[in-house]
Structure formats: structure tokens, C-alpha cells
């Protein structure tokens, strides 16, 4: 296959500027053929991991390759593909959790407007198609000309560490508060 054919069929969008993220992230889980929903949580290095807020039932963290800055995802600690599966408090709790995230990147990243959404099955998109997880992506006026979520490149402005130090502290000063 020419190079050429092969750019024509891959997504090109983030891949590009975050590829040797992904890659690192692809290989580690793929080698130890492990779900990364399921393990990341449970080590307690949230810093490294980019895990930014826990509660009862699910956790956020920041996506290793954003669409956007500060683009979050919901995740249950649930390893489950069906929304079906989760429980009434489950739903809830996510739902819930999807609002807060959106008012954290609202208050730190000063978010003009959001896209709000699920990949569900690897048909659909779902880079981890076993774990159902929702993706929270902040927008701006003028932060681009196409949808991130179907495909163009982004120029991350901002290191992941520093993303991830920001919303950790808002985060959490909410939970405290509660
Ligand atoms: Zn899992």
C-alpha cells in the first residue's frame, strides 16, 4: 500500500501532534493486554496517570491525546461496554460528574461551549470499545474550523501536567467543600 493510500484511510485529526503519546499508551495496555479504565484507577499515582477527580462510581481523567485542552472523559470503575449495565446510582453519579467537569473546565479553562458525547462500539469510534466511557471536550470561539470530534489537527497549547495540576485542585476543592 502507497503511503499515500494509507494517509487517505487513516483519521488523520490528533494523531498526528500526539503520536508518540499514543503509541506509548497503545503498546503498554496492548502488551499487557490489560483495560486501562480498569488499571489506571487503581494505582495511586493520579499525577502520572492524569486522573483528575474520583467519587463512588466513576472517575475523570484527561485524555493522553485531546482533541482539545482539558479534554476530560468520564469513565464508570465499572468495566462494561452497555450503558444497560449500570446501575440507577451509577447513571446518576455519571451524569453528574459530566456536569461538574463541564463547570471545572468552565471556572479553570474559562470554556466558552462544549461537545458532550459517547463512542459506543469500535463501529462507532470507541478507541476502547469495552469500557464505556463519555467524552467532555472544551471549546472556543475560533479554536477551530471543523468539529474535533470528526477530524482536524490541533495545536495543544498546553502540557498535559499543567492541564492536569489546574483541574486536579478545582476538582478536588469542590469535593471538599461538599
Ligand atoms: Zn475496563
Redesign the pocket.
Known sequence: MSDSKKDKEKPKNHDLLWAPWRMEYISDSHRKNE?????LPKSSDDRKNLIVFRNTHVFVILNRYPYNNGHLMVVPY???SELSALSAQEKLELFNVIQNSQQVLKKVMAAQGFNIGANIGTVAGAG?D??IHFHVVPRWIGDTNCMPVISCTKVISESLGDTWEKLYKEFNKKRRKK
Request: glycine share 0%; aromatic share 10%.
Open positions: 483495560c486501562i479504565f480498569c488499571t465499572k468495566h462494561t476502547i469495552a469500557h
